[in-house]
Nanobody, 125 residues
Framework: QVQLVESGGGLVQTGGSLRLSCIAS????????RGWLRQAPGKGREFVAA????????YYADSVKGRFTISRDSAKNVVYLQMNSLKPEDPARYFC??????????????????WGQGTQVTVSS
């Protein structure tokens, strides 16, 4: 049973940085895509970034390109999201997710099969 556990959220000022971590356990071989998605109050889950585990190919939402970086540590089975230049529109609950192979773009939020509990990111002005 795949389990995903996020950490690293918190309160940061506008323009600040945070690094989120997600450690995976329990047979993640069948989930070759790991992603970060977020959900703000009253909104649906939104794709933020993803990485194809074997190839290392990365994908980003337009809203975070140039500010956020997704990376992985294969030995530790951890995926990171480095968030720089945080903006007032970035606060949300950030979820780590994993996806089985699918003939759908990795940017589609509802194609992810496994989810963590999320970690809250708050940005103050």
């Amino acid at each position: 049973q795949v389990q995903l556990v996020e950490s690293g959220g918190g309160l940061v000022q506008t323009g600040g940085s945070l690094r989120l971590s997600c450690i995976a356990s329990g047979g993640t071989f069948g989930y070759p895509v790991r992603g970060w998605l977020r959900q703000a109050p009253g909104k649906g889950r939104e794709f933020v970034a993803a990485i194809k585990w074997l190839e290392g190919t990365t994908y980003y939402a337009d809203s975070v390109k140039g500010r956020f970086t997704i990376s992985r540590d294969s030995a530790k089975n951890v995926v990171y999201l480095q968030m720089n230049s945080l903006k007032p529109e970035d606060p949300a609950r950030y979820f780590c997710a994993a996806r089985q192979p699918a003939l759908v773009e990795v940017t589609v939020a509802n194609t992810y099969n496994k989810w963590g509990q999320g970690t809250q990111v708050t940005v103050s002005s």
